[in-house]
């Protein structure tokens, strides 16, 4: 009997576990029996909706929408949970804002925050989106996304927001190689008034798949402590996540 193309790209998505995380195409038609053409196109599909991303080096892997899906199984863990207690403690440590957030397309989307007691204006809230160039977190999710995702945002999305919002696509560039060198992301009243903002990358398997940032009034005499913090969280985040639970590579 001829499989039919949903039977096809279930089993696409069965070459994929805990041994073949990334796959080539032609691993992919192999360890699921079908031709190379016949993958492609349907890999392409798969793609579109989410469920597969294609990264630069021309390799599979299982997309975030699959993900989600994922995580309404019973007793599944996320991403925020394991991430949760990093929260506080950076929380307790700090007293600021907290955050931990994702790349949705080409925007920031915040899946958890942890709130401070400093007088500081935030306009994010857990499962809300704002735009990359302008927050920590987005920073540094833009500085790991994939360069057409980056090339779109240069292009079309650095919109200005306050009258310190970078807008210039070089100006940006140059940010986004620092971030990549120093390992951490700043902003100064950027999104909003008032309101400051350092992030750092969560690794897993070496993709960037969350960023953490703090939220202060001001970045002065604190910036530093503030990063070895954050970096001292993300590192056990990244041990938790690797020793036992593998979330999507970053981004869509």
């Known amino acids: ?6 039977a096809k790209l279930l089993s696409l998505l069965g070459t994929f576990d805990t041994r073949h995380r990334r796959q ?4 992919i038609a192999r360890r699921s029996g079908l031709p190379i053409s016949t993958t492609h196109r349907l890999l392409a599909e798969l793609v579109a909706w989410g469920a597969v ?14 993900w989600r899906l994922g995580l309404l199984a019973a007793g599944e863990v996320d991403l925020s949970r394991v991430a949760e207690p990093f929260l506080h403690d950076i929380h307790a440590a700090t007293r600021a804002v907290v955050h931990l957030a994702v790349r949705e397309g080409t925007q920031v989307l915040y899946l958890d925050r942890v709130s401070g007691h400093a007088s500081v204006p935030i306009v ?15 920073k540094v999710l833009l500085a790991h996304a994939p360069p057409e995702v980056q090339e779109e945002v ?17 100006r940006m560039r140059a940010q986004l190689h620092r971030i990549r060198r120093d390992g951490y992301a700043q902003t100064f009243e950027e999104m909003t008034l008032g309101a400051c903002s350092v992030a750092v990358p969560v690794e897993v398997d070496g993709e960037v798949v969350a960023a953490l940032g703090i939220v202060v009034p001001d970045l002065r005499n604190v910036r530093a402590r503030l990063v070895a ?3 001292v969280a993300s590192r056990g985040i990244t041990r938790t996540m690797e020793s036992g639970f593998h979330p999507p590579e970053a981004g869509l």
Do not use: D
């Not at 080539?24 to 691993?27: D, F, P, R």
């Not at 991303?53 to 699959?66: K, N």
């Open 229 to 231: 913090a954050l970096q």
């Open 24 to 27: 080539t195409l032609s691993g």
């Open 124 to 138: 994010s809230s857990t499962g809300s989106r704002l735009p990359l160039h302008s927050t920590g977190v987005g």
């Open 154 to 170: 240069l292009a079309h999305g650095l919109t200005r927001l306050t009258a310190y919002t970078v807008t210039e696509p070089g």
């Open 1 to 6: 009997m001829t499989a039919t193309v949903s």
């Open 53 to 66: 991303r294609r990264l630069a080096s021309g390799e599979y892997v299982i997309g975030r929408r699959i």
